[in-house]
């Protein structure tokens, strides 16, 4: 398979990680981060555990036969936040000098005393990260304890480790200036931070450390790019090895800049960007090292060793052997530890799948070309391919019979809008709530147990059957115009749907850090998606049948089912986004032929969906709209469509929410009193909205006047005919007792209001 001359240049080569996940193979960390928080255990007991999960992660690593082993990516709660324990970054308001544990969760988790730091999503992953706070007062006193002690930690096993190091422009770019401060007048600073840390690395014998600077795949301005080579050429004077790494997209425009910086090694993925291996091998300096990220560390599939090899090829016939690294595109973090607990899984799915420790065995056999490795991967390949042939032949027939009209509701929402307002008879100022009622104790003990088995079919939907009855009742007391089921069957908005999907298959442990101790596990979309049975039409037509107010129906949208999975890589993403879009325009049918009049399908992950790169963002927009259209614009005039999304930065992206052209949208903003709204009065919004009154996310019950002022507000920009009132986003994880009086206050305020508009 492989020609000798190669072999021997493939014994050269060698293999990097560039992280790996935390949490433990069955989520260890979790449970010891938790039972600390909850007084159930010591300090101690935590750390040995952390300890513990550290040096089983270096073996395993070491075992496999890893050249380049991270350190310092392990965390106990943020790898950011560590990093400003480090370069001596934490915001003041949570005190100075060394940061002890008590204080390190203090800045991460809300508490009586303190609001924690604000978190945000790390780029286009489901991680959530803690926004560093910059201002004028920061003492950048390093502490490298941790960073030292991980190293350490891993001398006395015998690992030498590669440290990992947030970079610092990447630091600053993700941090927000307090009160307007400008984050970039810390930059000598911050620089000289770095400086002291570098050195403190290089005093302890460590020859190679890993900076990673992500921000370098995102659209730079120039002056960011200065200061890029501005810090960069300040590092330099120390003697240390740097491997720039940047991962999630291209490097594309700031490649020159990124060479210039000339550190030892650059580090690209070439499973998210293929395309840059060329033009970076043609830009690099003569010594300088390219590690190549060829295993997708942030998804589960296997990786295609055929496709890889032409790559790997290229880059060691240019640079040789010695200067070429193999690594996975990103850190593992983003992947589930290993697969050998899955035991349910199909044999065959199972077949193609990696996760972190398998991925770490194909970056190990990319590495020495193991032959049966490589025959092993053709065959699972093959395997997969072979079922994507076999894939569902009604779907592609589906989609390939696709017209214009089949994304276009019938008519244009004015004409629609009156149907509507005739066959609904709603008031003005509508009332209604986001979907989700209190998921209490007892609905979610139910639940499982009728998972488990513990409960039969019959009691589990009995108990369904009186909470939903008693819900809509207790939303018919209070006075709400528009009701809702209040989906007590679903655990979860997007594995509910998938387990009623074709073409979905669920793991038992393919867990992934979100943020701190809280981990999610996404469904798998191995294969094309279809509807074998309606998924919520029963629960939805018995709540109808209970009531003769307008019942609303409530769907998780394609690009939110989407962007909560782990999606297959065989097609373009847009295809399954449409195919998922299908099965629910199959669902919207349904519940409009029982009767529904009001269908709401949820997209909160529209935004998060966005590339990286702004030139990206239009390609991306126009087919994840389109699947909302797909899955909604089945049904007639009088069926009302509602979208809703949770709150994030919406003003960028207002022209695509305008063209899922949904009849009415319902957005989180009694945070930000109706601050969004300054962005429908500059783009004017056409179609009917209900800006969130009230934050759902504490229990504090707002009073009628608090929620009156706000509707006020947004009546200065929308017309009355426009506004719908609602909570900013669904009651699940809140109580009843306080859910009950926040919406009779709701419906007062509205009541008040509507008596005002037609005085
Ligand atoms: N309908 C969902 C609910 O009410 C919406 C959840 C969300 O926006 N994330 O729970
Ligand atoms: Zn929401």
Not at 407 to 426: C, D, H, I, M, N
Not at 593 to 616: H, K, M, S
Not at 726 to 732: A, E, R, S, V, Y
Request: aromatic letters at 8%.
């Amino acid at each position: 398979m492989v020609a000798d001359s190669k072999t021997s240049h493939f014994e050269k080569l060698r293999s990097a990680n560039l992280g790996f996940p935390r949490m433990g193979r069955q989520r260890e960390l979790k449970f010891a981060l938790e039972g600390y928080w909850a007084g159930k255990r010591t300090e101690q007991e935590l750390l040995d555990t952390a300890s513990a999960l550290r040096k089983e992660h270096w073996k395993l690593q070491q075992a496999a036969g890893i050249h380049f082993i991270p350190s310092n990516d392990f965390s106990l709660y943020d790898q950011v936040l560590d990093a400003l324990v480090l370069v001596g970054a934490t915001p003041e308001r949570f005190g100075n000098g060394p940061v002890t544990l008590e204080r390190y969760f203090a800045m991460a988790r809300n508490c009586r005393e303190q609001t924690a730091m604000e978190m945000t999503k790390w780029f286009d992953t489901n991680y959530h990260y803690l926004v560093p706070e910059w201002s004028a007062g920061i003492s950048f006193q390093i502490d490298t304890t941790k960073l030292l002690g991980e190293v350490r930690e891993a001398h006395s096993l015998g690992i030498e480790t590669r440290p990992v190091l947030i970079g610092p422009l990447t630091l600053l770019l993700l941090g927000k200036g307090v009160d307007g401060f400008d984050p970039m007048m810390l930059l000598p600073k911050l620089t000289a931070a770095y400086k002291r840390i570098l050195k403190a690395l290089v005093a302890e014998g460590i020859k190679w450390i890993q900076i990673d600077e992500p921000m370098l795949v995102t659209d730079l301005e120039a002056s960011a790019r200065d200061a890029y080579r501005q810090v960069y050429a300040e590092l330099k004077s120390v003697p240390l090895n740097l491997m720039l790494t940047t991962y999630f997209d291209s490097v594309g425009d700031n490649l020159q800049t990124a060479i210039e910086l000339d550190t030892a090694g650059l580090h690209i993925d070439v499973v998210r960007a293929p395309e840059q291996l060329r033009v970076t091998l043609g830009a690099l300096k003569p010594e300088q090292i390219l590690s190549v990220g060829c295993v997708e560390g942030r998804n589960i599939w296997l990786t295609d060793f055929s496709s890889v090899t032409p790559l790997l090829d290229e880059a060691v016939s240019q640079l040789g052997p010695d200067r070429v690294l193999i690594a996975p595109s990103c850190s593992l973090l983003h992947a589930p530890h290993d697969l050998r607990s899955e035991v349910k899984l199909s044999p065959r799915i199972k077949g193609w799948l990696r996760f972190a420790e398998e991925k770490l065995a194909e970056i190990v056999a990319l590495t020495s070309h193991d032959e049966a490795a490589y025959q092993a991967n053709a065959a699972a390949v093959a395997d997969r391919g072979v079922a994507e042939t076999t894939s569902n032949p009604k779907v592609r027939t589906a989609l390939a019979a696709l017209q214009d009209q089949d994304f276009r509701r019938r008519s244009p929402y004015p004409q629609r809008a009156l149907v509507q307002r005739k066959e609904l008879g709603l008031p003005l100022l509508p009332t209604t709530t986001i979907g989700s009622f209190p998921q209490t104790a007892e609905v979610r003990k139910h639940r499982a147990a009728a998972k488990h088995g513990h409960e039969t079919v019959e009691t589990y939907e009995a108990f369904l059957k009186e909470t939903i009855a008693q819900c809509i009742r207790e939303q018919e007391r209070i006075g709400l115009d528009v009701l809702v089921h209040g989906e007590f069957e679903r655990n979860d908005m997007v594995e509910y749907f998938a387990e009623f999907l074709d073409g979905f298959a669920f793991t038992e442990n393919g867990w992934v850090q979100s943020y701190g101790s809280r981990c999610v596990k996404p469904p798998v979309i191995y294969g094309d998606v279809s509807r074998p049975a309606p998924m919520t039409l029963k629960w939805t037509d018995y709540a109808r049948s209970l009531t003769s107010r307008p019942l609303k129906g409530m769907l998780t949208g394609p690009i939110t089912i989407l962007q909560w999975s782990f999606v297959r890589n065989d097609i373009p993403r847009r295809q399954t986004a449409w195919q998922i879009a299908l099965a629910l325009r199959d669902e919207v049918e349904d519940l409009e032929a029982a009767g529904i009049r009001i269908i709401q399908v949820d997209e909160p992950a529209l935004r998060e969906g966005l590339p990286l790169r702004c030139a990206d963002w239009p390609a991306y927009l126009e087919w994840a709209v389109k699947a909302f259209k797909l899955a909604t614009s089945g049904v007639g005039d009088e069926t009302q469509i509602h979208t809703h999304m949770c709150y994030c930065e919406f003003e960028d992206i207002l022209p695509s929410i305008a063209a899922l052209d949904a009849d009415v949208i319902s957005m989180e903003s009694a945070r930000s009193r109706m601050e969004l709204l300054e962005a429908f009065r500059a783009h004017k919004y056409p179609n009917e909205i209900g800006p969130g009154v009230y934050d759902i996310h504490s229990p504090r019950v707002p009073s009628a006047d608090e929620m009156r002022e706000l509707l006020t507000l947004a009546l200065d920009v929308l017309k009355p005919e426009q506004v719908w009132v609602n909570p900013d986003c669904g009651l699940k994880t809140r109580g009843w007792p306080e859910t009950v009086s926040a919406l009779e206050n709701m419906c007062r305020a509205a009541s008040e209001l509507r008596v005002q508009i037609s005085a």
